[in-house]
């Protein structure tokens, strides 16, 4: 399975932006799509997560109410909207795929390319 993310850019505090995450197939090891993102210095965390065949999400807590994790089935893609952006969501976002919904990131089989969102005050 291989995942292209795309959609990162830099705007300013309050912004929207929304990254795309198209999977090149959906197999047993791919029915959990997690968005991560990983600050300068800091460990990579989960930012959202939609379990496929549920349509169950769930959001950390530093980003409810702002983040919406979708995803569409014809396309094998998800997405992550993300509203009223604060610069310390500042990081490289990694969309990712795996066979069960609370996996550590470590447990994730695929990864895409990281792109960068950057928000500035």
């Known amino acids: 399975v291989q995942l292209q993310a795309s959609g990162g850019g830099s705007v300013r505090a309050g912004a929207s932006l929304t990254l795309s995450c198209a999977a090149s197939?959906?197999?047993?090891?791919?029915?959990?799509m997690g968005w991560f993102r990983q600050a300068p210095g800091k460990e990579r965390e989960v930012v959202a997560v939609?379990?496929?065949?549920?349509?169950?999400?769930n959001y950390a807590d530093s980003v409810k109410g702002r983040f919406t994790i979708s995803g569409d089935n014809l396309r094998n893609t998800v997405y992550l909207q993300m509203n009223a952006l604060k610069p310390e969501d500042t990081a490289v976002y990694y969309c990712?795929?795996?066979?069960?919904?609370?996996?550590?990131?470590?447990?994730?089989?695929?990864w895409g390319q990281g792109t960068q969102v950057t928000v500035s005050s």
């Open positions: 197939r959906r197999t047993n090891a791919s029915k959990v």
């Open positions: 990712a795929a795996a066979s069960r919904p609370y996996a550590h990131w470590r447990e994730y089989n695929y």
């Open positions: 939609l379990t496929w065949s549920t349509e169950k999400t």
